[in-house]
């Protein structure tokens, strides 16, 4: 079965720091991967997502991933974090085929906290 | 605007009581999706939908009930043998795997 692992679940940053959010993941086949935010008591909103072709993905908001096969990982970036950034990041996967459907796997999520 | 409309926004049960949360969407989307969420845990899926009148559990579907009556609404009952109901609840739609939208979410509390 697969499985995704975010190693921390709580991240607290400077205003304008560099952040990296880890996230690694158990699947056989290649995944789909995704990174989702969720402000408190919201929905979630997609950041990005990976399906084949260029490792290093762009998403909204100044993010980045990159897939690495080798270590199966697929961790999140921004070179400069704002104070609105503040949030919960969920790291997730669904099967690129079979019977799957779409439905995706979440990882625990990392809570963001940042600091003025 | 299309989107995905959850309701209500919170909700309150009684021991012993059954509850349904809506979810309605008008993406045009096949696939629907409730999903449990609770601290530390991420999100957990209850039941999921690919066609009309047609569903299959989750991970988690023990306590659970759905109908697709309507390609726009998947509708979530919380029955009373659902031990530890409390939680916040999202629903999602899609086409296929390419993306998920998501609700706003319902929190739900036993009182």
């Known amino acids: 079965a697969q499985s995704v692992t975010q190693p921390d679940i709580h991240i607290t940053v400077s205003e304008g720091a560099s952040l990296e959010l880890r996230c690694n993941y158990s699947?056989?086949?290649?995944?789909?991967l995704f990174w989702y935010v969720q402000s408190p008591g919201q929905g979630l909103q997609l950041l990005l997502k990976?399906?084949?072709?260029?490792?290093l993905v762009q998403g909204i908001k100044g993010f980045e991933a990159e897939f690495k096969r080798s270590q199966s990982s697929f961790n999140l970036r921004k070179p400069s974090v704002h104070w609105s950034d503040a949030a919960e990041y969920f790291c997730?996967?669904?099967?690129?085929?079979?019977?799957?459907?779409?439905?995706?796997?979440f990882g625990q999520g990392t809570i963001l906290t940042v600091h003025p | 605007d299309g989107g995905i409309t959850q309701s209500p926004k919170y909700l309150f049960r009684k021991e012993g009581q059954n509850v349904t949360l809506s979810c309605e969407q008008n993406?045009?989307?096949?696939?629907m999706y409730w999903y449990r969420q609770d601290p530390g845990q991420g999100l957990r899926l209850i039941y999921y939908?690919?066609?009309?009148?047609?569903?299959q559990k989750g991970d988690i579907a023990e306590g659970y009930s759905v109908s697709r009556e309507k390609k726009e609404s998947f509708p979530l009952t919380v029955t009373s043998a659902q031990k530890n109901p409390t939680a916040f609840y999202l629903c999602?739609?899609?086409?296929?795997?390419?993306?998920?939208?998501f609700g706003q979410g319902t929190r739900l509390t036993v009182v």
């Open positions: 999602a739609s899609s086409i296929g795997q390419v993306k998920a939208f």
């Open positions: 699947y056989g086949a290649t995944p789909y």
């Open positions: 990976y399906f084949s072709g260029d490792t």
């Open positions: 997730a996967v669904v099967d690129a085929g079979g019977t799957s459907y779409g439905k995706l796997t």
């Open positions: 993406l045009n989307h096949d696939a």
């Open positions: 939908s690919q066609i009309v009148n047609d569903f």
